[in-house]
């Protein structure tokens, strides 16, 4: 019975070569074969005749299961058989496949175009692939280099998946954390020095992520700067993206009316973010570069110094001089305004005369963004010469491809 399996797989093995036309049989231990099915009887037992006109028999416990084939099927396996491996081959064998809407197979065909023709630039275009520098990435790969992922059938940064989850977390979990919190932070004004005690305690040991949400709740209504501090402390440790998001969020935009206060938080939460395990992607500092305010550009620029990241060299050469736009003229009380310094870095005033409120555009010479280059090129210094930022940048870069190609 063995060796009449084993002709008989031998038998199939050899018609499935030959190209027979029909349904596929794949076989369980490893081999299929093309043919039509004459008959079934009821012990579970195929009679085939492939295209040579041989006719077989196949037990049902043999099968591993019965792949239908249609014309266009069998066309695509015929002509894939028969094609010479060659670019011009595939190039005309990814256009028979879209025009009978086998898309899947097309791709196939077109990443062995790339393989036997790297030049093909129209090719690469077809995959959505697009030339990063020197090189040719899928837009995966590119999407991940700027730090999206793949959520909810949409490429979206990290922070956005944060408040993603964020608004659709809910359960009993969230909750009792939420009014736990309350407790916590309640029992910190309370005049029982043991309420004190046991709520500082509680919360300077709070290491759940699924506490992240009601955290950030009670900071964004907090206005205690004692137990701001103390809930931020514990947001930092939290593993958790709403954590990372909104730290982000606080370094780049918090604001208070003491000044002092303001800066310490921003820095803590740059601390925060950088003394941690957790992967930050710069992304949203780069973004923030962009920004129409002058005084977020360089709060984002000494994040991206903190982080020290060399994927922001590039952006931050573009941010070196930025264009914002003020409004200038005279205050409720109608005097005039005589000077302005919007930067406030000193500088750059203006006097008006007469008439309302007026826009004016100033360039800004951006000293944070000057001094996080400096500090991701290793020490280079061309102040604020955009052009010879650009032209040491690009010379860095020849000469780690250089490097690279001698290693392979």
Known sequence: ??????????????????????????LKDGGQVAGEVLARDESGLYRIRTSEGVELTLERN?????????????????????????????????????????????????????????NDQAARESLDMRRVGDEWVSREDEMKLHGMKFYDGKWRTPQDIAIRERDSQAGEGAANWLGELRKWRNWLDNRRDDRVQEALAQIAALNDPQATPALVKLLDSEEDEAAFDLLLAALGRMDHPLAVQTLVDYSLNYDAEDRRHEAQVRDACLDYLVSSARTVSILPYVQALKSKDNVIVNRAA?????????????????????????????????????????????????????????????DEQNIAVRQALVKLSGGQNFDFDETAWRHWYVEMLSHQHANSRRDE
């Open 62 to 118: 043999q099968l591993k299961r019965l792949v239908p084939q249609d014309e266009t099927a069998l066309e695509y396996q015929r002509r894939s058989r028969t094609m010479a491996d060659t670019a011009d081959a595939h190039r005309e064998l990814v256009a028979w496949c879209r025009e009978h809407n086998l898309l899947t197979e097309a791709e196939h065909h077109l990443r062995r175009v790339i393989e036997l023709d790297p």
């Open 302 to 362: 000494i994040a991206l110094e903190r982080i020290g990241d060399p994927a922001a060299i590039s952006p931050l050469i573009d941010a070196l001089v930025t264009t914002h736009k003020y409004q200038v003229g005279p205050d409720n009380s109608g005097q005039m305004s005589a000077g302005f310094d919007p930067s406030g870095k000193g500088g750059g005033g203006l006097s008006m005369g007469g008439g309302g409120p007026k826009i004016v555009t100033q």
């Open 1 to 26: 019975m063995l060796a009449a399996r084993r002709l008989l797989l031998a038998t199939l093995s050899l018609c499935s070569a030959a190209g027979a036309r029909g349904d596929v049989f794949e």
